[in-house]
């Protein structure tokens, strides 16, 4: 008898729905017998800093990488937006799933939209992208770091420790949460980080017969559409000390358009940098090649002290 597939996952409520999802994902299109290994990373353990301050959103992949890496499991499922841009070697992307919303979500008991809060209201966030692009909107709320999982931020806001907090829509989505969103950002106005609202499942590289498998539940507009945010980010040096949002999306006459903002990394009442790209995506090497292009249109704009190598 076969053993059963082992994914490697975090034990937040939402990690665990992303990896029964792919679970039942392949239990139902390929048959296959597939069990959960549950585990804590160290980026769940550090909750009194910031993620930019003790390495990034890698610490949400790296534990899940390792058991990968001593065959203690053979895949991981990941929300996209927490995978580094560059994956260690010797790791890759098998698949990338259909993209849930997007959106930032504008979370509160008291108030509808961003617009209603009075000055000096207190907004919760995980995210120096999310921090910029409300700087930019209203500078004068007082905009104050949030750690934690889901359900903790939610209680942190249902305490009265914020007047709103800002999260992504497409967690809430998944918890059946959704009745918590007062009011959802657009693309437009807040723009999301790459690759927010997808899933993506990652292998060792040497597992060729698994790759193959699980690259038929890729979805091809969403795979191209996250292939140009992360050209961006890589391009740029992006992590979570960046201050960067990048998102992709297909026009209605089929192109992908590419919009770009960069907040200055330490003064948020530096304006925001923006770019946007269009273009005809066929396949991985043009997605790419559209993040480098609005790339290279953020950094023409870009003062010392804004790009990793500025300055």
């Not at 770009?260 to 003064?267: F, I, M, N, T």
């Not at 870009?302 to 790009?307: E, K, S, T, V």
């Amino acid at each position: 008898m076969t053993a059963p597939l082992l994914i490697a996952t975090r034990e937040s409520r939402l990690a665990l729905w992303q990896a029964r999802h792919v679970q039942a994902l392949l239990s139902r299109r390929f048959g296959l017998a597939v069990d959960l290994l549950g585990m804590t990373t160290r980026g769940d353990q550090i909750l009194d800093r910031s993620l930019s301050k003790v390495g990034g959103k890698g610490l949400f992949v790296k534990e899940l990488e390792t058991a990968l890496e001593e065959g203690r499991a053979q895949l991981a499922v990941h929300s996209l937006k927490d995978v580094p841009m560059t994956l260690p070697a010797g790791f890759v992307l098998a698949a990338v799933l259909e993209r849930e919303d997007p959106r930032d979500a504008f979370v509160s008991g008291r108030y509808g939209r961003l617009e209603e809060l009075p000055p000096g209201a207190r907004v919760g966030t995980s995210s120096l992208r999310r921090v910029a692009q409300l700087a930019a909107q209203r500078p004068d709320l007082v905009i104050e770091p949030l750690r934690g999982n889901l359900d903790t931020r939610l209680r942190k806001l249902d305490e009265g420790r914020f007047d709103a907090i800002v999260l992504a829509a497409a967690g809430l989505m998944r918890l059946e949460l959704e009745s918590r969103i007062r009011s959802r950002f657009s693309v437009q106005a807040m723009i999301p980080c790459a690759g927010q609202g997808a899933l993506g499942i990652e292998v060792r590289e040497e597992a060729a017969g698994l790759r193959a498998r699980l690259a038929e539940l890729t979805h091809r507009p969403t795979w191209l559409a996250v292939q140009a945010e992360r050209a961006v980010s890589r391009a740029l040096g992006g992590s979570c000390s960046m201050p960067l949002a990048a998102f992709a999306d297909w026009t209605p006459d089929g192109a992908l358009q590419l919009d770009v903002a960069l907040g200055h990394p330490e003064d948020t009442r530096q304006p925001l940098l923006r770019a946007r790209v269009q273009g005809r995506v066929a396949d991985d090497a043009a997605a790419v090649a559209l993040g480098d292009a609005a790339a290279r249109q953020v950094s023409e704009q870009a003062r010392p002290g804004y790009l990793p190598d500025a300055g």
